[in-house]
T-cell receptor, first 112, second 114 residues
Framework: GQQVMQIPQYQHVQEGEDFTTYCNSS?????IQWYKQRPGGHPVFLIQ?????EVKKQKRLTFQFGEAKKNSSLHITATQTTDVGTYFC????????????FGTGTRLKVLA | DTAVSQTPKYLVTQMGNDKSIKCEQN?????MYWYKQDSKKFLKIMFS???????INETVPNRFSPKSPDKAHLNLHINSLELGDSAVYFC?????????????FGPGTRLLVL
């Protein structure tokens, strides 16, 4: 079946270090979304990427969609303790279903 | 103002019981979803309704039955609860079921089956 894997599964960083999570789909995607879930919270939408090779920035966060539209990455520059949480990508396959497939998530812990 | 609300927030029950979780959204969205998040944080879609019509029905046990009385409400009824049903259940909504729509998640219902 269609799968979206994320690596790493866990990441511990010192505050101020950079962090990157990678998202890889087994099928081509129409678009990809990124969500953040704080500990004990619910997923909150961060951004959406639609075009092949697209790059978007939100302050210290940089999101990229691969040229083949099968992978994506989220890079955080100079992490802060407020960045703690689980980051999910969610891809919509081009196969025509309405179903977003969520990635396996990357749990980020930031040590002060 | 809560956009997507769920009740109850916590649910502890015995195996074999039947329970319901309720979800309401006040965003005026047409589409609502149920997701299950297990202990490893994997988030999997279970069902989706668009304007009270079922459009996504994943391979879940038929002990789980969603019901949408109107487009602002999507409830989840679970019969004969099993230990493996313990998880966090999230309700979500989006404007339409089409691509490029943001999903807004509720706070979650933490279900523990003993």
């Amino acid at each position: 079946g269609q799968q979206v894997m994320q690596i790493p599964q866990y990441q511990h960083v010192q505050e101020g270090e950079d962090f990157t999570t990678y998202c890889n789909s087994s099928t081509t995607l129409s678009n990809i979304q990124w969500y953040k879930q704080r500990p004990g919270g619910h997923p909150v939408f961060l951004i959406q990427l639609v075009k092949s090779g697209e790059v978007k920035k939100q302050k210290r966060l940089t999101f990229q969609f691969g040229e083949a539209k099968k992978n994506s990455s989220l890079h955080i520059t100079a992490t802060q303790t407020t960045d703690v949480g689980t980051y999910f990508c969610a891809g919509l396959p081009t196969s025509g279903t309405y179903k977003y497939i969520f990635g396996t998530g990357t749990r980020l812990k930031v040590l002060a | 103002d809560t956009a997507v609300s769920q009740t109850p927030k916590y649910l502890v029950t015995q195996m074999g019981n039947d329970k319901s979780i309720k979800c309401e959204q006040n965003l005026g969205h047409d589409t609502m979803y149920w997701y299950k998040q297990d202990s490893k944080k994997f988030l999997k879609i279970m069902f989706s309704y668009n304007n009270k019509e079922l459009i996504i029905n994943e391979t879940v046990p038929n002990r789980f039955s969603p019901k949408s009385p109107d487009k602002a409400h999507l409830n989840l009824h679970i019969n004969s609860l099993e230990l493996g049903d313990s998880a966090v259940y999230f309700c979500a909504s989006s404007q339409t079921p089409r691509s490029q729509e943001t999903q807004y998640f509720g706070p979650g219902t933490r279900l523990l089956v003993l």
